[in-house]
């Protein structure tokens, strides 16, 4: 079992910044991926960004440029640093661990974007 604690969320106006993360405990083996999706209201999830635990990302087109992903494996560690935020941004973000077949959620953490 993998248990995910986010932290990170809030309230920002369009432009500002925020950075969330998220810590592992449990079972963590490598390989791993880590890494951020959203979901808005009425609105399918949607990948955010990934990293693997060898660093390698991948970060979807609407935040690229703007969203940066990093983890620290020493402490088990993903965090997303939030640039330029649009409220297009707004959403519930959890977090993600993979490990094989494995598939781990955070409970979500609210981000929202004003005008």
């Known amino acids: 079992q993998v248990q995910l604690v986010e932290s990170g969320g809030g309230l920002v106006q369009a432009g500002g910044s925020l950075r969330l993360s998220c810590a592992a405990s449990?079972?963590?083996?490598?390989?791993?991926?880590m890494g951020w999706y959203r979901q808005a209201p009425g609105k399918q999830r949607e990948l955010v960004a990934i990293?693997?635990?060898?660093?390698?990302?991948n970060v979807a087109d609407s935040v690229k440029g703007r969203f940066t992903i990093s983890r620290d494996n020493a402490k088990n560690t993903v965090y997303l640093q939030m640039n330029s935020l649009k409220p297009e941004d707004t959403a519930v973000y959890y977090c993600?661990?993979?490990?094989?077949?494995?598939?781990?959620w955070g409970q979500g953490t609210q981000v929202t974007v004003s005008s």
């Open positions: 449990g079972s963590i083996f490598s390989p791993n991926t």
């Open positions: 990293i693997t635990s060898g660093n390698n990302t």
């Open positions: 993600n661990f993979r490990k094989w077949a494995s598939n781990y």
